[in-house]
């Protein structure tokens, strides 16, 4: 019944505005970070991904987001992402904002993208941002420019969010019926704050659901791929 209501709320909203995290990924067999089987039990982000281990780790740094590159190239968008390039087509959706950085919403199609935490697919010097190519960065080359270290075009712990990304998002987020919150635990401040910034419906989908997600409208246990199908199929019959 709730994934009914979450396709009925799709038909009706004139703009919808999807919120996704690193739950979105687990299909597409890209470990998620913060799940009770996540990376991050095994690796402690605070010694990894920071400014710190940037500027004074820089081998386990390299070591660890080259892992995480060459991982990628084994990982593609699983069917939720090919839906919700078809809502966006059909003008059911308006906005995806994103935390995560493995690319997939863009590979897979969709044009209305914002990636709050950067992109792993795309590479630059650490102190001149001159940009690099991926195979650059997977060797260990020092920048041709000024001889920095290379480093992905992420958010790091210790960095600010793009305003351009993270303004259009509460631009999207403030006018929408409509706000969808897939595969985010909303832990990380400041992105965890945009479900409260719509006076819109929310809807929550997780496989993991706790006490942080009781102030949604909606909330729906589940994987986030078989949830998105199961509403797309519903929105096909609804609208005929």
């Not at 710190?52 to 992402?81: I, W």
């Not at 697919?121 to 041709?144: H, I, Y």
Request: hydrophobic residues 35%; negative net charge.
């Amino acid at each position: 019944m709730s994934v009914r209501t979450l396709a009925t709320w799709l038909l009706n909203s004139k703009h919808t505005t999807i919120f996704t995290g690193a739950g979105m990924s687990t299909e597409s067999n890209i470990p998620d970070f913060r799940s009770k089987d996540g990376w991050w039990r095994n690796i402690d982000p605070r010694t990894v991904a920071t400014t710190t281990a940037l500027q004074n780790n820089f081998d386990l740094f390299h070591e660890f987001y080259t892992m995480r590159v060459q991982g990628l190239k084994q990982c593609s968008p699983h069917p939720g992402y090919w839906i919700l390039v078809d809502w966006e087509k059909r003008g059911l959706v308006q906005a995806i904002t994103t935390q995560n950085v493995d690319g997939f919403h863009i590979a897979a199609g969709n044009q209305e993208v914002y990636e709050l935490h950067g992109s792993i697919r795309s590479f630059r010097c650490a102190s001149c941002s001159w940009e690099v190519t991926e195979e650059q960065f997977l060797n260990k080359e020092s920048c041709k420019h000024c001889g920095g270290n290379l480093r992905p075009n992420i958010v790091l712990f210790g960095e600010g969010l793009p305003e351009d990304s993270w303004n259009a998002s509460i631009l999207h987020i403030r006018r929408s019926d409509l706000v969808i919150v897939i595969g985010t635990s909303l832990e990380v401040y400041p992105a965890s704050e945009l479900p409260n910034m719509t006076n819109g419906k929310t809807v929550y989908i997780n496989f993991e659901v706790d006490q942080h997600n009781r102030n949604f409208d909606l909330i729906i246990k589940g994987k986030a791929g078989e949830v998105l199908s199961q509403a797309n199929e519903l929105v096909k019959k609804l609208n005929g």
